[in-house]
């Protein structure tokens, strides 16, 4: 997959269906370097969690800007549903 397809699929996701936020897991951490070269709307912006707590992050999308739109990524197996 390149870039094109990967900045396409999330302009989607957030143009078209509306989405706020997006999680990306990542457990192979292939995405990490590509991650950085996306060119992404403005507006939108990058938490990564293995760079942030996931408090904070919380923190920043839901009090202190909820209104922002994010790509939340984290380079781990995405967390069973019941024990997230």
């Known amino acids: 997959m390149d870039n094109s397809q990967i900045e396409n699929a999330l302009i989607r996701l957030f143009n078209e269906e509306g ?4 999680f990306w897991n990542d457990p192979d951490q292939e995405f990490t370097i590509t ?17 942030i707590g996931a408090l904070e992050a919380k923190i920043r999308m839901e009090r202190d800007d ?8 984290s380079p781990t197996e995405e ?4 024990a997230d």
């Open 35 to 51: 991650l950085s070269l996306l060119n992404l709307p403005e507006g939108l912006s990058i938490l990564r969690l293995d760079q």
């Open 19 to 22: 989405r706020r936020i997006i």
């Open 79 to 82: 967390p069973d549903y019941e």
């Open 66 to 73: 909820s209104d922002g739109r994010y790509l939340v990524y």
